[in-house]
């Protein structure tokens, strides 16, 4: 059974940074699609950052590109979310999410998704 864990969220200024973690139990990384999916009061889940497991290539949200990086430990089975320059409007709730699949790119529709964390809030405030 896949068990996705997130942790690393907190209250930040803006400007400010954060590293989210997501690790868990039950699947191999190497084997999964890994996605970061953020969701804001009132709005749907939109993906933020994703890896792709057969050659680690990345993808981000426009919003969030160049402030952003995800990266993956295959030896940790962790993957990280690094947000630099925050901004008020980063706020939400951030969800690490997985498909498995070896071959082909992760996406940033929070449909590709069979997996889910619990989600950690990160708020941007002054």
């Known amino acids: 059974q896949v068990q996705l864990v997130e942790s690393g969220g907190g209250l930040v200024q803006p400007g400010g940074s954060l590293r989210l973690s997501c690790g868990g139990s039950?699947?191999?990384?190497?084997?999964?699609?890994i996605g970061w999916l953020r969701q804001a009061p009132g709005k749907e889940r939109d993906g933020v950052a994703c890896?792709?497991?057969?050659?680690?290539?990345?993808y981000y949200a426009t919003s969030v590109k160049g402030r952003f990086t995800i990266s993956r430990d295959n030896a940790k089975n962790t993957v990280y979310l690094q947000m630099n320059s925050l901004k008020p409007e980063d706020t939400g709730v951030y969800y690490c999410?997985?498909?498995?699949?070896?071959?082909?790119?992760?996406?940033?529709?929070?449909?590709?998704?069979?997996?889910w964390g619990q989600g950690t809030q990160v708020t941007v405030s002054s």
């Open positions: 039950g699947f191999s990384l190497p084997d999964y699609q």
């Open positions: 999410a997985a498909f498995q699949r070896r071959t082909g790119n992760c996406a940033l529709n929070r449909w590709a998704y069979d997996y």
């Open positions: 890896t792709s497991s057969s050659d680690g290539s990345t």
